[in-house]
């Protein structure tokens, strides 16, 4: 009997499967981000709740050995998703206050905590649908697979946390409690209809430890080099999306305005339009190189970026750049998960090397929004009676940052093919002595 999986989910269900990653992810990149700056929180401090509800996206490969360790990755993802659904039903009910404590400690961190164990659970149901991905779906279809993997992620962290920010605000915690972990549990149907092969028994401490070959492995090739040097660039991070919830309040007239501009374009409109994106970039990541395509994708984000930072501090200003940096950005995941799958295909201890360079990426994303965030408090302690400096700071950081990322992997490209072309002239010297 082949080793080769009987059927493959169509395009489209990997889209509804990515959905709590998405729902999960946009809690933290929107949600959080409105309510903790209606509260009066600062930036730095909501780019440093940010940076920890990263934190497990990043690490997750020192845990994803697990998941190639013989029970198949459909069992890894419907335990995963259940404790997600769990977590983030809790986050829900715990208030984000910095002056109310439990004990010693404030509310804000304990929320902060309980909204980690959230991301780390949905972290590695996300590795678990890549490996399933990697390892079922025909190489014809990768890319149509990415884009409606990459829209499902998108269109819930996007629409997703636009919505959860106005049921926060409307509806009682208990019901968004509910609502949050029943979407949980309706997106995760479609995995039991994946005919997996289950991979073969394996001790998890020895994949751990090939794990630290691999990095080392990964390191000493090109072609694992560069591709861990792109996820580790600022370039196509979209970091900006992590702090659209917190930044809508400098364009808006008044809390009302606020609340449309989080919940409307970063919600609603932005979830349309971030999909569109990643189908339109898995569309053409088919039929283009796929590194060069995450990279000038990148660019249209930092294009994005500058044309908000020169333009007034309208809710129409917003509304356009926010919708113009979020569609490059569904450009941006399309093309970075088709490489990927590119890059790893069906080798072996593919989950564990799918969130190797995941977590890498996602360090890109955590760095960025930590230096966007901070940059817009620098910038109004250094012009205090300015309106539009924090925003410029945060904008102007955000792409000055992909810019210098973009000179580096340039760089590392001029380097690469002048080291091709002395190994072909070697090649060539050696075949004609």
Known sequence: MSGEPRRHLPAPFWAILTLPFGLTVGFAGIAVPFVLRARGVDMTLIATVSQVAQLPHIVKPFWSPALDSGPRRRSWFFATIALTAVTLAATALIPPSTTDHVGPVPTLWIYTAVLFLAQAAVATSASAVLALMAVTVPDSARGRASGWQTAGNLAGMSAGGGLIAWMLDHVTTTTTAITLAAICAV???????????????QSAWRLIV?????????????????????????VGSGALTNLFGALARDYAPDEAGTERLVVIVTGVLGGVVNAA???????????????????????????????????AATPT??????????????????????????????TRGVTTQLALYAGASNMAMTYVTWF???????????????????RAGMLGMDALATFVGIAVLWGMLVYVRRARARDAATAGSRATA
């Not at 090939?210 to 600022?234: A, D, N, Q, Y």
């Not at 356009?320 to 890059?343: K, M, P, Q, R, S």
């Open 277 to 311: 994106g990643a189908l339109a970039g898995g569309y053409i990541v088919d039929r283009v190189n796929r590194r060069l395509a995450y990279v000038v994708f990148g660019g249209f984000t930092a294009v994005a970026a500058i044309a908000m930072m020169i333009a």
């Open 210 to 234: 090939e794990l630290f070959r691999e990095i080392v492995r990964v390191l000493r090739s090109r072609e694992g080099w560069t591709g861990m040097l792109i996820c580790l660039s600022p």
């Open 372 to 390: 966007d965030g901070a940059s817009y408090d620098w910038a109004k302690a250094l012009a205090p009676d300015s309106a539009w400096a924090p």
């Open 187 to 201: 997106c995760a149907v479609p995995a039991a209809f994946i005919d997996e092969t289950p991979p073969p028994r």
């Open 317 to 346: 200003a917003f509304t356009v750049g926010c919708l113009a940096y979020t569609f490059a950005n569904g450009l941006c995941y399309a093309a970075f998960y088709a490489f990927l799958l590119d890059l790893l295909g069906k």
